[in-house]
């Protein structure tokens, strides 16, 4: 997730000072990535240091109020304007855990597997509930689409994950099902 990115996007509508950015950011994206205060102000610090934000003036509780420069509305511009690189493939530590497990003494990846499924099985649940909700309240609260889409996001990566895991589970029982040796014919059969 870009903070600097979000940070610039919420100052293009106005000087804000620090924690009212943090405020922003948590309601623009429905409240699944909650920020720290730390980060918002070692960002804004970068970005300052880069640039991209000056402190315009303070407010009347004396709090800094950041603005964007020209430089931070170019870049602003073009984050907008360029693709999300997936480039490299991210560390899963799912993935890292089961391919760890298949060589582990003593470790049934099978139940690794299914532990996994059930845990997901409930998210994924937990974010159509949060779905429905969202969509139920989104006519008489536009703010509700960010939101929904967020939540979108999440059911689609939990479903994702479960095709995922019930992939690695046939892979596994069919590997298992080639390494077994063949039946033993009895004799005099």
Known sequence: MSIRHGLLALLAAGPRYGSRLRTDFEARSG???????????????RLERD???????????????YALTEAGRAELRAWYDRPVERAGPPRDELAIKLVMALGADGVDVREVVEAQ??????????????????????????EE???????????????????????????????TREEEPPPQEQPGA
């Open 31 to 45: 409240g699944t990535w909650p920020l720290n205060i730390g980060q918002v102000y070692t960002t804004l610090s």
């Open 117 to 142: 499924r059930r845990h997901v099985t409930r998210a994924l649940h937990d974010h159509v509930r949060q779905r429905a909700e969202a969509l139920a309240r989104a006519p008489e609260h536009p």
């Open 145 to 175: 689409m960010a939101r929904l889409l967020v939540l979108e996001q999440l059911v689609f990566q939990a479903e994702a994950e479960v095709r995922w895991l019930e992939h690695c589970e046939a892979r596994l029982l069919r590997f």
């Open 51 to 65: 640039g991209m934000v000056a402190q315009d003036d303070v407010d009347a509780a004396g709090r800094a109020l």
